[in-house]
């Protein structure tokens, strides 16, 4: 069948056009499209693809968030018309898919299919891969009550990171030069620093002077790096049992990356690189997005058609004016 897609043509090359999507096998479900996250920075890199690297083959389907109601059920799923889930993306298009959630329907294998708790909205649950991730990585740092935490750079995965661990329990600052996020994060009752010319160690330290047990890197800037592992606190010497500090890598470096050693060395430092996430993370970011215990509804607040699909990666590319993200609303959006 037909339905419109946001498609990839090539580097800074995007429109939208009309695809066709297969109707559901066996194990698999039918799913309407209502909304489409953009995860700014993975879509970003891959959409301008410095070096070649990002994407193989144009033209391509892009994102990997969405939320939609099942249209139709293949063979052996008990799934009924009108389900509301959490779908991520197609499995099958006749664009080749760079994931493929950008597409007004889409049919999925049951076994990745959602169904999404009372009360939460198509909207909100259509940022849920992306929360998932913030989730998958607060596993690695063990956000608990009296833990410092410091979330440095607060796109849409550093706001989720920061906003998770402090749902979680953690004692938590997020820090950022753009005035715009700090103030977002704020607002959503979390403590939040602006960086400005004192710059990013500065502003950890002026909330955690001793530093921070967890620092959860959202930059994706290779070079802040010997600069953020300062601010995670030192380990003494003696017999005392002190844990060491935790590096959380939650951001998507485009390049090497280098730890200063006796830094580490001294902090008896962990790091840990976030990969993706899986199923139960997806499962628990929506149910504290349906709780209440993370609200998310201010970072998917702008909505595009996805005919203005250029004007909506042109937004996100400057965010100190544009939106934190942004979903494509598909249909009437219900």
Known sequence: MKTRAVVVYGPDLIGCEDVEIPGPEAGEVLVRAAFSCVSPGTELRCLSNPGGGCVLEYPYVGGYSMAGVVVESGAGVGLKPGTRVFCGRTDRCSVPLQWGAHVGMAVRSVNEIIVLPDGLSLKD????KLAAIARHGSRFS???????????GLGPIGQLSARIHAALGADVVGVDRVV?????????????????????RDAVLSVFPDGVDVLVDATGVPELVSELVTVVKSKPWG???????????QGSYPQNVS??????FQRELSVWFSRDSQ????????????????NVSDLVRDEYCPEDAVR??????R?????MTAVFRWGDGS
Not at 125 to 128: D, E, L, P
Not at 142 to 152: E, F, I, N
Not at 239 to 249: K, M, S, T
Not at 259 to 264: E, K
Request: net charge positive; glycine share 14%.
């Open 312 to 317: 909506a990666y042109s937004d996100l590319r």
């Open 319 to 323: 965010p100190e004016i544009g939106p």
């Open 259 to 264: 730890f200063p050693y006796d830094a580490a």
């Open 142 to 152: 063990k956000p608990a009550s009296g833990v410092r935490v410091a979330v440095v």
């Open 239 to 249: 017999n005392d049992p002190v844990a060491g500090g935790r590096y959380l890598v």
């Open 180 to 200: 715009s996020r700090v103030n977002a994060l704020g607002a959503a009752g979390v403590r939040s620093v602006e960086s400005g010319t004192r710059g990013l």
């Open 125 to 128: 649950a259509s940022i849920g």
């Open 279 to 294: 199923k139960g993370d997806l499962e628990e970011a929506l149910k504290l997005i349906a709780s209440g215990r993370l």
